[in-house]
């Protein structure tokens, strides 16, 4: 499978190291990238991989899917410049946060083959989760861009784009949450006087052996946290802390603001 990829960041470099890991050749990825500093990061990874200072019938002719890889702000202006090469293109991938698939459609001139997704950042580490929507017209080639986005991590498919708004901000946004209290837990420790190297030792273990144990056991979150509280001990007494400020509510509330503000920037980023 050829893909060509509009951007060089992150994502797209992870994505690209999962594509590569799993064994696809490099000669068969081609990137799009105007920072000359980043082509060379992205040659440096993998020789053989095609990269382009700029969008051009060569970046983009034979792929079977384009990804879209670019910042949300600069959607706009790449799919326009994409609009007169796309439509020999079987798929495009968005991983754009916000901008909305009939937004982008437009962009390229009408193009509807377009399956938009939303990654998260442990796809650095091949550990990932994307929501996944496609539109009516590319539902027969949607399996293209999942393989794609199966290389770094799992898959949640999406029946309604609105969805997406969601799992930004339940997945994408999920690990700022994870590391917003990893930092608690490990600055806890500290403010009790164990060393800051334990203090995120203890926390980074403390985080991976839980989900280590939730994913090992049939049993709900609540359950989980329930063994762990014993009546009139050391964590029913730091629960009452929490329940008294009212945190989980506060922390869903959180999630709900950052899912109401992708909606507000999808209509923000889809005016012309």
């Known amino acids: 499978m050829k893909v060509t990829f509009i951007g060089g960041g992150n994502m797209a470099t992870a994505i690209i190291g999962g594509l590569l890991a799993r064994g696809t050749r490099a000669a068969d990825l081609r990137v799009v990238e105007p920072s000359e500093a980043q082509r060379e990061r992205l040659r440096a990874r993998a020789q053989a991989i095609g990269v382009h200072p700029a969008i051009s019938d060569s970046a983009v002719a034979g792929a ?15 799919a326009r410049a994409l609009a007169p090469f796309v439509d020999p293109v079987p798929v495009v991938l968005t991983i754009a946060a916000g901008v909305r698939c009939a937004d982008l459609s437009r962009w390229l001139g009408g193009y509807a083959r377009i399956v938009r997704a939303m990654p998260n ?5 091949g550990a990932g989760i994307s929501g ?8 027969d080639v949607a399996r293209v861009a999942a393989d794609v986005l199966a290389a770094c991590g799992e898959i949640v498919r999406c029946n309604d784009e609105r969805d997406l708004d969601a799992v930004n901000a339940a997945s994408g946004n999920g690990p700022a949450y994870v590391f917003y ?7 806890a420790a500290i403010d009790l006087g164990l060393p800051a190297h334990e203090a995120r030792r203890l926390a980074y273990a403390t985080f991976d052996g839980s989900m280590r144990l939730a994913r090992a056991s049939t ?18 007494a730091a629960i009452a802390v929490l329940d008294a400020a009212n945190v989980r509510q506060r922390f869903i509330d959180a999630v709900k603001a950052g899912a109401a503000r992708a909606a507000e920037l999808g209509d923000e980023y889809g005016k012309d």
């Open 64 to 78: 079977d899917l384009v990804v879209f890889a670019v910042k949300p702000q600069q959607m706009r202006e790449a």
């Open 181 to 187: 209290f990893l930092e608690a837990l490990e600055q």
């Open 121 to 125: 950042t442990p796809a650095l580490v």
């Open 219 to 236: 049993d709900a979150p609540a359950t989980l946290r329930a063994n762990v509280t014993s009546k009139g001990g050391t964590t029913a």
């Open 132 to 139: 996944l929507y496609a539109r009516p017209e590319a539902a």
